[in-house]
C-alpha cells in the first residue's frame, strides 16, 4: 500500500512526517537534505518504510547490517565487513570490531581469534636488526628470549577495562622500548645504588648508559618483537565484587627478540645487567605474580 507524507531531512534527523501517526524514521535511506519539506509516496513492510519516491526519484531500504549495533561501527564498513573473522589485523579486530552490549558496555570476547594474517614476523625481527645495525654498525647486542609464564603488556588507552599493546600498524603484541629502558633502569638502580635514583645519577657509568640533565645517554633501546606468532591466552582477575569478572589478553610460550645498540664500544657489563633485568625483574603488569619474566637459558 503506498502512502503520502513529507520529508524531513536535517543534520539530526530523517524522517517521513504523516499527519495524525507518529514519523516514520528512514535512517538507512540515502536521501540529501536537499529534499527537506518535499512532499513524497513511500511503501510500507511490517511498519517499515522499504521505498520512497520524491520529485521522481525512487530510493529503495539499503541492505541492513546485522552486527552494526553489535560492534558500533559505521554501517558502511560494517556490510563490507559483515563476517569480521576476515579481518586479520589483530589490532583492528580487537578494538574496531569489539562486542557491545548496552548494559554492560564493551567487553572482551572470550573466543576471539588472535589472527595475524599473513605478517611475516621472521622478515619483520632481520628489519629490525637491520634498522639497529644502520645505527649501530657492530656496535650491538641481540638477545632471544622466552617468556617463562606470561606476559601482559598494557596498553595506553583501550575501550576495555584492561587489554594488551599491540602495535598500531601490524596488529602484534610487542614490547616497547621505553618499557624494556623503564625495566632495566629500575633493576640497575634497585641491584648497584640501593634503589637511590639519587646515588645512581652521582655515577658516571650510569649517566653513560642512560643519560641525565648533563648528557644524552649511549646505550639505545629498540622494540621488542616475536620471532613467530605469539601465543594469545585469555586470563580473568576477580575484583573484590564476586558478580564481576574481568577478562584480559596475556601472551604466553613465545620468544622475542631483544635489541640495544651503543653509540661508543659494546658493553658486556651491561649487557650482563640487561638479561638480569629480564629474567630476575619481569617486565610489564603482575610481575609480583609471576607474569612478565623470562626465561634464563
Known amino acids: 500500500m503506498i502512502h503520502k507524507g513529507k520529508l524531513r531531512i536535517t543534520k539530526f534527523v530523517k524522517n517521513i512526517e504523516v499527519s495524525q501517526t507518529k514519523p516514520y524514521n528512514i535512517i538507512d535511506f540515502d536521501i540529501s537534505i536537499e529534499f527537506h519539506g518535499q512532499e513524497c509516496l513511500f511503501e510500507l513492510h511490517n511498519n517499515e518504510v522499504i521505498k520512497i519516491e520524491v520529485t521522481g526519484k525512487i530510493f529503495s531500504l539499503e541492505k541492513k547490517c546485522k552486527n552494526q549495533h553489535k560492534y558500533k561501527i559505521p554501517k558502511d564498513t560494517c556490510i563490507i565487513m559483515e563476517n569480521n573473522q576476515i579481518i586479520d589485523n589483530f589490532h583492528l579486530k580487537l578494538n574496531k570490531f569489539a562486542k ?4 554492560k558496555g564493551y567487553k572482551l570476547d572470550k573466543n576471539i581469534n588472535a589472527n595475524f594474517g599473513n605478517f611475516d ?18 656496535r650491538y647486542y ?22 594488551i599493546r599491540l602495535h598500531h600498524i601490524y596488529g602484534i603484541p610487542y614490547i616497547p622500548s621505553t618499557a624494556i629502558k623503564g625495566v632495566v633502569r629500575s633493576y640497575i638502580i634497585q641491584k648497584n645504588y640501593d634503589n637511590s635514583e639519587e646515588k645512581a645519577l652521582d655515577n658516571p657509568k650510569f649517566k653513560k648508559w642512560f643519560g641525565s640533565q648533563e648528557q644524552e645517554g649511549r646505550v639505545i633501546f629498540f622494540d621488542a618483537f616475536s620471532i613467530s606468532p605469539p601465543e594469545i591466552k585469555i586470563d580473568i582477575i576477580n575484583p573484590l565484587d564476586e558478580n564481576k569478572i574481568i577478562n584480559f ?9 631483544f635489541l640495544i645498540g651503543f653509540k661508543d664500544e659494546v658493553d658486556n657489563g651491561f649487557i650482563d645487567l640487561f638479561k638480569k633485568a629480564l629474567t630476575e625483574h619481569g617486565i610489564g603488569a603482575k610481575t609480583a605474580v609471576g607474569y612478565g619474566y623470562f626465561k634464563d637459558e
Open 142 to 163: 641481540k638477545e632471544t628470549l622466552k617468556t617463562n609464564y606470561r606476559l601482559l603488556i598494557g596498553a595506553e588507552q583501550s575501550i576495555y577495562e584492561t587489554s
Open 249 to 257: 589478553l596475556t601472551i604466553e610460550n613465545t620468544e622475542f627478540q
Open 121 to 138: 614476523f621472521k622478515d619483520n625481527i632481520k628489519k629490525q636488526e637491520n634498522i639497529t645495525k644502520r645505527l649501530s654498525g657492530k
Open 100 to 103: 557491545f552490549d548496552n548494559e
